[in-house]
């Protein structure tokens, strides 16, 4: 008997967060390179686009009003104040793998990972710190799991074992008779 009709639960988000220098972008390109079915959003940011940058791969360049407009409709997941751009998650291509079951991992500041936690509870929280960093313990009670960036390899294959785990289970056949 075909399942295609029963719903598939939704995949997780996992949010990778750590302060300044925690080493969390080149952690989720080593992800990215050996767990290619992981979706990394693409943030959206009001800066002018760089000479080597392709808008909508590398980041979605809005002018401010329209970034004004998609953060007054819901349509940024979290964002931030960087200087004199802002920059945020677009949610509704985030919210679109979710549905579709593509586990997504975001990588995020401490206060981005709070706003997506406000926004999304059932996100997992992964922080990643640098050998030495003693996070504040009301902070870390938010976090699922601690990831200490001690050795990027060990911090990449724990990562790629929690993202296994946001896959939903397969539709299992049900046998009649």
Known sequence: MSTDDEARPAARLTVLAGPSGSGRESVVELVRARSPSVWIPVPAT?????????????????APAEFDRRLAAG???????????RRGTPYPPLRARL??????????????????????PDARLVLLSPPGYE??????????????????ERVVDELVGLLGSSYPAPARSRVRG
């Open 135 to 152: 996070p504040d313990p009301t902070l870390t009670v938010a976090f699922a799991h601690t990831l200490t960036h001690d050795r990027t």
């Open 99 to 120: 549905d579709a079951g593509q586990p997504v991992l975001l990588s995020l500041d401490l206060p981005g990972a709070s706003l997506v936690r406000a926004r999304l």
């Open 75 to 85: 349509e940024l997941l979290e964002w931030s104040r960087i200087g004199s751009y």
């Open 46 to 62: 009001t800066r002018p686009r760089r000479e080597s940058e392709i808008d909508g791969d590398d980041r979605v360049f809005l």
